[in-house]
């Protein structure tokens, strides 16, 4: 397995960088990689984007809204909220599940003072409240699964930028979302950052595996990036255009 280290805190050109590990870096049995978003709603492959934000509100808060490359629904990120990928060759074997990544996750934790553990089919939870959410995509026999932690994350902003049904908030109602989930910060005895938790992260999946190594991109694949990244995933076509027909409401 090898790391990508991510530095970028810009929503489009980090899925942009993930884009290209998952369809391009195919001779690559397994990748792993560690981001921080600004501010961001990442909206599903097949979402209509408009239908699933505040516009006014992500607007005046300066709130980047993107499409990533698999389905789900939309979500919230923040500098205080860790985003992970894993993409593997071995799909179909089940070799590389959302399970096996949770291990180090847990003994991060569990060395923080914290007891975390994975719960049905692919949530994070400590005393019965989820920190984790994830999705997958898969692309001629390979497997991209990424997800976020939530570390710090501004759940006020959260609940404004995403446009929520009034249907959905009344049927599940905001205190009781609130109730089952969690920032991990929140549940530690000694406070770090969330890039302090990043390298503990990358330090414990290297424990896990021991004969991972850092992929270090070239400058002819960073340009390929960049351009993926100027003509596809920071354009208004791909994040609007690409968007579902419907009715306005």
Same mark, same amino acid.
């Given at each position: 397995m090898k790391y990508i280290v991510n530095t970028s805190n810009d929503p489009a050109y980090n899925i942009a960088l993930e884009a290209y590990a998952f369809r391009e870096l195919v001779n690559e049995d397994e990748l792993f990689i560690l981001w921080i978003n600004r501010p961001a709603i990442i909206v599903g492959k097949h979402q209509n984007t408009i239908q699933e934000i505040n516009k006014e509100y992500t607007d005046a808060h300066n709130i980047k809204v993107v499409r990533r490359l698999s389905g789900g629904g939309a979500v919230y990120h923040d500098l205080n909220n860790l985003n992970y990928t894993i993409i593997s060759n071995k799909a179909d074997e089940g070799a590389f599940d959302f399970k096996?990544?949770?291990?180090? %996750?847990?003994?991060?934790?569990?060395? *923080?003072? %914290?007891?975390? &553990?994975?719960?049905?089919?692919? !949530? *994070? &939870?400590? !005393?019965?409240?989820?920190? $984790?959410?994830?999705?997958?995509?898969?692309?001629?026999?390979?497997?991209?699964?990424?997800? $976020? *932690? *939530?570390?710090? %994350? !501004?759940?006020?902003v959260l609940g404004q930028a995403l446009k929520v049904s009034k249907d959905k908030i009344e049927s599940k109602g905001v205190k009781s979302v609130r109730a089952r989930v969690t920032n991990i910060v929140d549940e530690l005895p000694e406070k770090i950052t969330v890039n302090e938790f990043s390298d503990k992260i990358l330090e414990k999946m290297k424990e896990f595996y021991p004969d991972m190594e850092e992929y270090v991109l070239s400058e002819d694949e960073l340009a390929k990036i960049q351009e993926s990244y100027e003509k596809q995933f920071n354009t208004w076509d791909w994040t609007y255009g690409q968007s579902p027909e419907y009715t306005v409401e």
């Amino acid at each position: 397995m090898k790391y990508i280290v991510n530095t970028s805190n810009d929503p489009a050109y980090n899925i942009a960088l993930e884009a290209y590990a998952f369809r391009e870096l195919v001779n690559e049995d397994e990748l792993f990689i560690l981001w921080i978003n600004r501010p961001a709603i990442i909206v599903g492959k097949h979402q209509n984007t408009i239908q699933e934000i505040n516009k006014e509100y992500t607007d005046a808060h300066n709130i980047k809204v993107v499409r990533r490359l698999s389905g789900g629904g939309a979500v919230y990120h923040d500098l205080n909220n860790l985003n992970y990928t894993i993409i593997s060759n071995k799909a179909d074997e089940g070799a590389f599940d959302f399970k096996t990544f949770s291990q180090p %996750v847990i003994a991060t934790l569990a060395d *923080l003072g %914290v007891k975390a &553990e994975f719960t049905g089919r692919n !949530d *994070l &939870e400590i !005393d019965g409240k989820k920190f $984790c959410g994830n999705a997958q995509a898969y692309y001629k026999g390979r497997m991209m699964h990424h997800g $976020c *932690l *939530l570390f710090d %994350v !501004d759940m006020s902003v959260l609940g404004q930028a995403l446009k929520v049904s009034k249907d959905k908030i009344e049927s599940k109602g905001v205190k009781s979302v609130r109730a089952r989930v969690t920032n991990i910060v929140d549940e530690l005895p000694e406070k770090i950052t969330v890039n302090e938790f990043s390298d503990k992260i990358l330090e414990k999946m290297k424990e896990f595996y021991p004969d991972m190594e850092e992929y270090v991109l070239s400058e002819d694949e960073l340009a390929k990036i960049q351009e993926s990244y100027e003509k596809q995933f920071n354009t208004w076509d791909w994040t609007y255009g690409q968007s579902p027909e419907y009715t306005v409401e």
